[in-house]
């Protein structure tokens, strides 16, 4: 059974960092592309940022890019997601995807299995 499980969200103002993590079990965590979406109340889920499996393509939202960064930590089956800079349109629940096939990164319906969500509000 596949899971993705992530932690790290929580209440910041803005201006500051959180860390969000997302580790993985049951697939072959290494060969699988990974990403982070968000999704905000009455908003569609939208691509944040990914990373291919051996971490030679690594793609950004417009809105994050320069404040956010995704890495990846295949022996320890996890994928991270360092927030800076944030700011109150950051807040959403932000969720890691895995991809069996590197393709389409922005499309969520490409993404084989999804975390449950962790909470990110970032207050003004």
């Known amino acids: 059974q596949v899971q993705l499980v992530e932690s790290g969200g929580g209440l910041v103002q803005a201006g500051g960092s959180l860390r969000l993590s997302c580790v993985g079990s049951?697939?072959?965590?290494?060969?699988?592309?990974l990403g982070w979406f968000r999704q905000a109340p009455g908003k569609e889920r939208e691509f944040v940022a990914s990373v291919s499996w051996n971490r030679g393509r690594i793609l950004y939202a417009d809105s994050v890019k320069g404040r956010f960064t995704i890495s990846r930590d295949n022996a320890k089956m996890t994928v991270y997601l360092q927030m800076n800079s944030l700011k109150p349109e950051d807040t959403a629940v932000y969720y890691c995807?895995?991809?069996?096939?590197?393709?389409?990164?922005?499309?969520?319906?490409?993404?084989?299995?999804w975390g449950q969500g962790t909470q990110v509000t970032v207050s003004s």
């Open positions: 995807a895995a991809q069996a096939q590197y393709q389409r990164v922005f499309v969520a319906t490409t993404y084989d299995y």
């Open positions: 049951g697939l072959t965590f290494s060969s699988y592309g």
